[in-house]
């Protein structure tokens, strides 16, 4: 079973139980992926996801039940042409949570 202690940057406001977190987790894992295309950060509180725009409906839901659980997170979807962008902003509390789901992206495209 995995803890905050597990992950150290999940805060406090995250009110997904512990139990459901690596499943959380492994779901942004498939996410990135299948569908991740590139991925750059705009500010230090904010990032941007160019995805797949065939994940659109899968990446909505995610980022939906995320929000559920940490209110602190803004994710505003922007479709184009061929590619889905997706902000994503925290507030300068919770950049270091940021920072660990930058760093999860980046290991997905290894």
């Known amino acids: 079973m995995a ?3 597990d992950h150290p ?9 512990a139990v459901e977190q690596p499943l959380r987790l492994a779901e942004f894992d498939d996410l990135f992926t299948t569908a991740l295309q590139r991925q ?13 725009p ?10 939906e039940r ?6 602190f997170f803004t994710f505003t979807f922007r479709p184009g042409e061929g590619v889905l962008s997706v902000d994503v902003e925290v507030p300068t509390a919770y950049t ?3 920072d660990a789901l930058w760093q999860r992206a ?4 290894s």
Not at 106 to 109: F, I, K, N, P, Q
């Open 66 to 71: 995320e929000r559920g659980c940490c209110s």
């Open 40 to 52: 750059h950060r705009l500010t230090a509180t904010a990032l941007r996801w160019e995805l797949d």
């Open 3 to 5: 803890t905050t202690e």
């Open 96 to 98: 270091e949570v940021l």
């Open 9 to 17: 940057w999940v805060p406090e406001a995250c009110t997904l139980p």
């Open 54 to 63: 065939s994940a659109e409906a899968t990446a909505r839901d995610l980022t």
């Open 106 to 109: 980046a290991g997905s495209r």
